[in-house]
């Protein structure tokens, strides 16, 4: 299938960053903290956004959370983070936003779910509310439709059009459609209440890849606002993972999207910032940008048996997360940096010299060296204890970026 040409898009600024109108696909988060808890909440914003997450939301669903919100706020300028903070509204955000502008004030962004603002005229009247809440305060927001949460009155009617016209189509494809009416019909009703067309995102999340694919690519022909990818529910673990890469890889290669979120179920007492660390390898893996040195290992076989080139791989992927917020503000360029941690010589050798600096172990009776190669040439030969090892493995890296990477000016 031939790819679709790059979405031409808007350019909305959210805080310090701009969305669509060329710049960079922006990674998004969300936190699971109770907003009402500022300091809990304020500690997670902070620890996703020196993740990598470069905007943040909260959830603002209690008067209690409205009311925490300029401090969470705060707490994260007070931290030296100024990745934007953006407010989840679902039923009562219009209340929420005119009872409490301090909140309105301290958010950069609001999300509305136009399925979540009530129903008839009120639905109207209320989303309207919201959107000229974020006229006065000079807010963008983002139009966020959900297939799970849609306007029951809209699905009602395009489904009795299908049965009353014999259009044959299935529910899924008439619940397709009415997410992507539900996004334009809610974009011009925002136009309309005060909004300008650089203020204005759009999402229209499902929890099936496919059906995402199709939805986007249908409202990628039919509007020019930026556009936010992300399953609704992509679930735990591998399953999220796979499903997350299946539909937005595909997207993000056709050029659509402008941000994206990885929206994993986390493990109990799980580290939230997995979904962070997912959404920069899959916006990586695509050549679309990069975050963070990237460590190449081979998945291993009977030549392996030993644990060793797993243990130091991951060791070294925990050591560049680590030290990624410092590097960051140091040198320039440095998340373009490749390493290898390869386990035997089939492979090893030949993916360490392709890196900027990789180790190639030893394999099952291979003799005990571990040649070490920079910027393809070799350079040393480590032995030793695995601790050894790796604590060697990682001085060499620290070299090579102290002396590879320039100073970052003020």
Not at 72 to 82: E, P, Q, S, Y
Not at 198 to 220: A, F, G, N
């Amino acid at each position: 299938m031939a790819l679709l040409k790059v979405h031409k898009t808007v350019g909305v600024r959210v805080g310090g960053i701009q969305v669509g109108g060329g710049a960079p696909v922006v990674v998004q988060s969300m936190t699971m903290t109770d907003t009402a808890d500022p300091v809990s909440t304020a500690q997670q914003c902070i620890e996703l956004a020196q993740a990598g997450s470069e905007m943040v939301r909260v959830t603002v669903n209690l008067p209690e959370a409205a009311a925490a919100v300029p401090e969470i706020k705060k707490r994260m300028l007070d931290a030296g983070v100024t990745a934007p903070l953006i407010g989840d509204f679902h039923y009562n955000g219009h209340l929420l936003l005119t009872r409490h502008p301090d909140c309105a004030a301290a958010l950069d962004k609001y999300r509305i779910n136009p399925g979540n603002v009530g129903t008839g005229k009120r639905r109207d009247e209320q989303f309207s509310t919201i959107c000229k809440v974020a006229v006065d305060h000079g807010k963008p927001v983002r139009i966020g439709v959900n297939g799970g949460s849609l306007n029951q009155e809209l699905v009602l009617t395009k489904m009795q059009e299908n049965t009353d016209r014999s259009l044959g189509r299935t529910s899924e494809e008439v619940i397709n459609e009415c997410m992507v009416l539900s996004a334009l019909q809610s974009t011009e009703l925002a136009i309309e209440s005060g909004l300008r067309r650089d203020q204005i995102i759009i999402s229209c999340k499902t929890s099936r890849p496919r059906d995402l694919i199709s939805v986007y690519r249908e409202l990628s022909r039919k509007t020019d606002q930026p556009l936010h990818l992300g399953l609704t529910e992509a679930g735990m673990g591998t399953k999220g993972l796979v499903w997350s890469a299946a539909a937005m890889g595909v997207l993000l290669n056709d050029g659509i999207g402008d941000t994206i979120r990885v929206s994993l179920t986390p493990k109990p007492g799980g580290d939230r910032r997995e979904e962070v660390y997912a959404a920069c390898e899959l916006l990586q893996s695509l050549g679309i940008r990069s975050f963070s040195p990237s460590v190449t290992a081979c998945p291993g076989c009977g030549r392996t048996t030993s644990s060793t080139f797993q243990e130091l791989a991951e060791r070294t992927q925990d050591y560049i997360r680590e030290r990624m917020p410092e590097w960051k503000k140091r040198y320039e360029g440095v998340e373009t940096m490749t390493l290898a941690v390869m386990g035997c010589v089939v492979n090893g050798p030949g993916e360490s010299k392709a890196a900027n600096i990789g180790i190639s172990l030893p394999g099952t009776g291979e003799a005990p060296n571990c040649p070490v190669f920079i910027d393809g040439e070799h350079r040393t030969t480590l032995k030793g204890s695995y601790e050894e090892l790796a604590v060697a493995f990682r001085d060499l890296v620290d070299t090579y970026v102290d002396t590879k990477y320039p100073a970052r000016t003020a």
